[in-house]
């Protein structure tokens, strides 16, 4: 098996460059046929990678790609999920290399999706095939089941999974959708935390005033968001929505005690890693449970008034603000939007009438490490990177892994081989070829357990 990884090595690489040519934005509606041939590509793949089944499941949204090899009757199924949609590219002048002619400088390949989540999609058919292409068979029985809406939803295969289709039917889900927590060391991601994305809408006057004739007087959206944003989050980071925190469960102290042995340089993560001047949070808390084990209020826009060059003194009629709530075990998406809208309602400032408009959420997961399929992926890994396998939990949320969960009753197993640098969603997104390598090598090697 290991010589038909090494000697293919090229190839594989060959064929992740073609996957990456597509410019598959899930986001723009000029990229639809994109989308149409980054699916069709996976099928393909899959199909050349000895897969018995594989084929688009249309619908409302973009398709979906399922495929199977069901041919090891008595041992376990393994349901692997990946995304072949994309980030947009912008800031497009700030590429050193065209987001979609992927790139190899040094050991990383450089391209929209080199990581998230193409690459690491890739992964998982290349293990699959050079495991047909040794042994003829699988040692489990394999399903794929591959979105175009990730970057942007993923309103169809929610529908799709929550219609709890008898071919989904597995016993676990293999994601590689995360990151590696530092070069060299496996990796098992076990928490994912959840998201409420919502809008504030807020409305003053019915029309733009004059500042000089009506300031002073007519109520200000604008400013009235800031305060709004203020009463529930202060200064230090702490979250004022009354009931927000009480699901909240705190990490065990082993798994702290693990988070602190962790190889960390605070001073690279803040300034290197973030660009950062300096860290902020509830000084409450340590570093790793604000990222990992605690939910966030974080504004991603603020649109309202005049915003173009030179001056015009108007008190705009309407604000708009982007915010989302990150969600952590055990809180719920639909309580924490609840109380975040009757949050908004008990601070609203007098003169403006605010309303929240939810756009998606998704749940927060947490797996026990001690789960049979979580100590076969650390054992994979382990034996893979030659380094004990590290448990570390992830401030950002895949939305599939609650649905596996609420609707196929399954664990989700997250093999991540990215890196921290990745610049995933943002110029120069590479991927660590070595990873790619050794990942294909080392969800084949998991296979390998499970069939024992």
Known sequence: MATYFEQNRASFVDGLKSFLRIPSISTLPENKPDIRRAAEFVAAELRQAGLTRAELIEGEGNPLVYGEWLGAP????????????VQPVDPLEEWKSPPFEPDVRGDDIFARGASDDKGQTYILVKAVEGLMKSTGRLPVNVKFLVEGEEECGGEHIERYVSSKPPQLQADAAVICDTEMFAPELPTLCVGLRGIVYTELHVQGADHDLHSGVYGGAAPNPIQAVAEILCALKDREGRIHIPGFLDRVAPPAPAERQAWDRLPFDVEHYTKKEMGARELTGDPDFSLFERV???PTLEVHGVRGGFTGEGAKTVIPARAVAKISLRLVADQRPAEAAEQFR??????CPKGVAAEVKLLHSAA?????????????????LTESFGKETVYIRSGGSIPVV???????????????FGLPDDNLHAP??????????????AVARYLEFLGR
Not at 402 to 416: A, K, N, Q
């Open 402 to 416: 609650g649905l596996f969960d609420r609707h196929l009753g399954i664990p989700s197993v997250l093999m991540g």
């Open 364 to 380: 927060p997961s947490l797996v026990d490490p001690g789960n049979p399929f979580i100590r076969a992926a650390a054992r994979a």
């Open 428 to 441: 120069n997104e590479k991927f660590h070829l070595p990873n790619f390598y050794r990942g294909i090598e």
């Open 74 to 85: 008595g041992k376990p199924t393994i349901l692997f999920y990946g995304h072949y949609d």
């Open 342 to 347: 009757n949050a908004v309602r008990q601070v």
């Open 292 to 294: 990992w084990a605690r």
